[in-house]
């Protein structure tokens, strides 16, 4: 035993300058940018990742102890990025986002996304049930703010009003809506998320309340025969939105996940590796957000023809169904084999 401790402490004495000199760049690095480095380190740092890994190598073979391996790896993986690492614009990086990275988050977020998918049916299904049974109800489950005079003391011609309104005089204030559609929606989104490090219990209420509520206005229009035409309306920018919603609930679900079974990891480092993906979830929800106002604000306020909306509805069904199963596969899902 104390062969292998004087062997260890040989072994480092030798070769520890390189290492710290090599942490130390890899740290400027990882703290501003390789610009940080001077022409003389840049040409030291891939001889000084070579010599690293030669050391990790020998190290290995002769079995040093633990917490010098340990530390080798970890130095060897983070100048790995710095010296082979490649460096995207924005635009690149949005596309990769886009085209691979979310699409194997929703999947591997799958099962979270699902449960809050399930509480927002719920709250749908109660809310149109309760709403059947007793009209007055739809007071309790829709906001004053939301509702915008629209409740069981309306006429069916009032309601059916709100179905089409907009129309060629609609002009430039359609886009102030969507943008409000935007911003309030999207609140609505990280909030969901937000409160899942309240270990998740307050996001699902908030997606069951959500759910409430237009589950009531599908009762509500249900009995004035407006059903059809009241999910026409609906379903061209809610399959969009209630996705968004559902994504940012997910995502909150993840975080609680995280916390409630930590795994082999502490709870905050596994609340780090998760919360890292949740937020990415999240960001990319937000994208969802924005289409799913531009299509409220816009398309749905301009185009009545019922057929038409749903055509849209199925068209949007289907793109999300094929983006978040089909795009994306491929060696960056092996991710899923190391969570």
């Known amino acids: 035993m104390a062969g292998i401790t ?36 840049l040409l030291r740092l891939p001889m000084l990742y070579r010599a690293t890994l030669s050391s990790l190598s020998v190290a290995r073979s002769i079995s040093l102890d633990r917490n010098l391996l340990d530390y080798l790896e970890s130095l060897s993986k983070r100048a790995y990025f710095c010296v082979y690492g490649t460096r995207t614009g924005a635009h690149d990086a949005a596309w990769q ?41 739809f007071y309790s489950f829709v906001p004053e703010t939301v509702a915008q005079d629209r409740g069981p003391a309306s006429t069916t011609a009032a309601l059916r009003a709100v179905l089409y309104s907009g129309g060629d005089d609609a002009g430039t204030a359609l886009h102030t809506f969507a943008s409000f559609l935007f911003t309030n929606n999207a609140r609505i989104g990280i909030l969901a998320f937000a409160l899942g ?36 309306w609906v379903l061209p920018h809610g399959i969009t939105e209630l996705l968004a919603v559902v994504l940012c609930g997910g995502a909150g679900l993840l975080l609680a996940d995280a916390i409630v079974f930590p795994g082999r990891h ?25 289409v799913a106002a531009l299509i409220e604000g816009l398309f749905r306020q301009l185009v009545h023809s019922v057929p038409l909306r749903y055509a849209v509805a199925a068209a949007s069904a289907a793109l999300w169904i094929g983006y978040f199963t089909l795009w994306g596969r491929g060696r960056a899902d092996d991710t899923d084999r190391h969570r």
């Open 6 to 41: 004087l062997r260890s402490f040989q072994f480092r004495r030798e070769r520890e300058a390189t290492w710290r000199e090599l942490d130390l760049m890899v740290a400027e690095v990882e703290r501003r940018s390789l610009r940080a480095l001077s022409a003389d380190q």
């Open 97 to 137: 986002f886009l085209s691979r990275r979310f699409p194997q988050l929703m999947r591997r977020a799958r099962w979270h996304v699902a449960m809050a998918a399930l509480f927002v049916l719920l709250g749908m299904a109660t809310g149109w049930l309760m709403t059947a049974g007793e009209p007055d109800l």
């Open 266 to 290: 502490t709870r905050l480092e596994t609340l780090a590796i998760r919360g890292r993906s949740a937020a990415a979830l999240v960001i990319g929800a937000v994208a969802l957000f924005f």
């Open 197 to 232: 490090f309240a270990l998740g219990v307050p996001t699902l209420f908030l997606l069951f309340a959500n759910g409430l509520t237009l589950g009531a206005f599908a009762a509500l229009y249900q009995s004035r025969g407006l059903s059809i035409e009241f999910w026409a």
